[in-house]
């Protein structure tokens, strides 16, 4: 049985919680370890931790606001909040990362030789792997969950702390036997890093702000599953996006063209169903329901098709011509693109005027048909009679 949404949302809280308190902890060890030790590269890994920190704080307040139920000032919900927060937060790794860079490469063209760090640095660092290790692995897993292109984002974050840190152990290593260099040399190697995380969260974050539809292999799965449903003909005008971390589908689904208004949108709820239970990270469905592929012929208004009340007056005027009256019916009216086809179920008192006139049911369809096939946008009609009780 599936989580609830509010289940998936407290389990990504707790998740960048413990991901704070973590990255706190290793910024504070590593930023202390650096200064204590004489590493610098130690002291921008932990300046790279400090930043995981700041990205599970605003995953955490995002994660509070985006999630709440649309209102009247947010009718499509509140999820374009976690879009720009993800924005804010890449412009802010990317200034961490210019900042860093500059000031090592400062180091490196100093002219002045440092004094190498001291050993204790290399445990630091190796704790850091561990512990970011194990909280990559932990938000990943969440984040897949949730389908939560933010928690997944953070999870990667933690990987490159991670990946930071064996730089800066190689690194540290390097500069207690002598090479003093390569201590500054991986500090911008951690600040390129962080730059090309911050990159790739804005990069994703503004395609979703311009509405960027979805990978076209995720488009054909949806496309599959919505044909799969009996009914349905054709799947066209099948629109995507993202918001929040959540697809947002419009499309256009085609039924036989006699089928009737609510079987169509009952098949529309059934495609409906079957995308959200295959699909769990789509959050908003919209379909119409077209007896024809409006898609391919686009401009059905030239000529412009008769309303129901024109087709009734030619329909009246018709029958008023055959039988000398109009009797009540019933009428259908299925539009295609260019023609549109008529079925009437009369009344019992037609019987009376088809007596009075001499005419029978099949011979009236027959003469309805020449009646009206000099329109140019009748093709053909069905008339259905009602058992006539005086022959039963």
């Given at each position: 049985m599936r989580d609830t949404s509010d289940q998936r949302q407290a389990a990504a809280q707790r998740i960048s919680i413990i991901g704070a308190i973590v990255n706190?902890?290793?910024?504070?060890?590593?930023?202390?370890?650096?200064?204590?030790?004489?590493?610098?590269?130690?002291?921008?890994?932990?300046?790279?931790?400090?930043s995981d920190m700041a990205?599970?704080?605003?995953?955490?307040?995002?994660?509070?606001?985006?999630?709440?139920?649309?209102?009247?000032?947010?009718?499509?919900?509140?999820?374009?909040?976690?879009?720009?927060?993800?924005?804010?937060?890449?412009?802010?790794l990317l200034s961490v990362a210019g900042f860093m860079t500059w000031d090592s490469l400062k180091l490196l063209f100093a002219g002045e030789i440092p004094s190498p760090p001291s050993w204790p640095a290399l445990i630091i660092a190796a704790i850091s792997i561990l512990a970011n290790e194990v909280l990559f692995f932990y938000?990943?897993?969440?984040?897949?969950?949730?389908?939560?292109?933010?928690?997944?984002?953070?999870?990667?974050?933690?990987?490159?702390?991670?990946?930071?840190?064996?730089?800066v152990l190689i690194a540290i290593a390097?500069?207690?036997?002598?090479?003093?260099?390569?201590?500054?040399?991986?500090?911008?190697?951690?600040?390129?890093?962080?730059?090309?995380?911050g990159i790739d969260l804005l990069l994703k974050s503004l395609a979703e702000l311009v509405d960027t539809g979805l990978p076209q292999e995720r488009v054909n799965q949806l496309r599959e599953t919505a044909l799969s449903v009996d009914g349905v003909i054709d799947v066209h005008n099948?629109?995507?996006?993202?918001?929040?971390g959540q697809g947002l589908l419009e499309m256009h689904l085609q039924i036989p063209a006699h089928m009737s208004a609510s079987e169509g949108h009952f098949i529309g709820d059934i495609v409906c169903a079957k995308l959200k239970d295959r699909f769990d990270d789509i959050g908003y469905i919209i379909y119409h329901i077209d007896t024809y592929d409006d898609e391919l012929i686009p401009d059905l208004t030239q000529p412009l098709m008769p309303s129901r009340n024109e087709v009734e007056n030619h329909l009246n005027a018709a029958v008023s011509r055959l039988l000398g009256d109009c009797p009540a019916y019933e009428l259908t009216i299925y539009y295609a693109p260019k023609f549109i086809e008529l079925e009437i179920k009369f009344s019992?008192?037609?019987?009376?005027?088809?007596?009075n006139t001499g005419l029978a049911g099949q011979t009236l369809e027959?003469?309805?048909?020449?009646?009206?096939?000099?329109?140019?946008?009748?093709?053909?009609?069905?008339?259905w009679l009602p058992v006539n009780d005086s022959q039963v």
């Amino acid at each position: 049985m599936r989580d609830t949404s509010d289940q998936r949302q407290a389990a990504a809280q707790r998740i960048s919680i413990i991901g704070a308190i973590v990255n706190a902890l290793l910024s504070a060890l590593k930023v202390i370890g650096g200064v204590l030790t004489g590493s610098t590269a130690l002291i921008a890994d932990g300046l790279h931790s400090l930043s995981d920190m700041a990205t599970d704080m605003m995953v955490i307040f995002l994660l509070g606001i985006s999630h709440k139920k649309p209102d009247k000032e947010h009718p499509w919900g509140h999820g374009r909040f976690e879009t720009l927060g993800t924005v804010f937060l890449a412009v802010i790794l990317l200034s961490v990362a210019g900042f860093m860079t500059w000031d090592s490469l400062k180091l490196l063209f100093a002219g002045e030789i440092p004094s190498p760090p001291s050993w204790p640095a290399l445990i630091i660092a190796a704790i850091s792997i561990l512990a970011n290790e194990v909280l990559f692995f932990y938000t990943l897993k969440v984040g897949k969950a949730n389908h939560s292109n933010l928690i997944i984002a953070n999870a990667w974050h933690h990987r490159t702390d991670s990946l930071s840190s064996i730089v800066v152990l190689i690194a540290i290593a390097g500069a207690i036997l002598g090479v003093w260099w390569l201590d500054a040399l991986a500090a911008v190697l951690v600040a390129l890093l962080i730059a090309k995380i911050g990159i790739d969260l804005l990069l994703k974050s503004l395609a979703e702000l311009v509405d960027t539809g979805l990978p076209q292999e995720r488009v054909n799965q949806l496309r599959e599953t919505a044909l799969s449903v009996d009914g349905v003909i054709d799947v066209h005008n099948f629109r995507t996006r993202m918001m929040g971390g959540q697809g947002l589908l419009e499309m256009h689904l085609q039924i036989p063209a006699h089928m009737s208004a609510s079987e169509g949108h009952f098949i529309g709820d059934i495609v409906c169903a079957k995308l959200k239970d295959r699909f769990d990270d789509i959050g908003y469905i919209i379909y119409h329901i077209d007896t024809y592929d409006d898609e391919l012929i686009p401009d059905l208004t030239q000529p412009l098709m008769p309303s129901r009340n024109e087709v009734e007056n030619h329909l009246n005027a018709a029958v008023s011509r055959l039988l000398g009256d109009c009797p009540a019916y019933e009428l259908t009216i299925y539009y295609a693109p260019k023609f549109i086809e008529l079925e009437i179920k009369f009344s019992h008192e037609i019987y009376a005027l088809l007596e009075n006139t001499g005419l029978a049911g099949q011979t009236l369809e027959t003469n309805l048909q020449e009646e009206l096939e000099s329109l140019n946008w009748f093709r053909n009609i069905r008339i259905w009679l009602p058992v006539n009780d005086s022959q039963v």
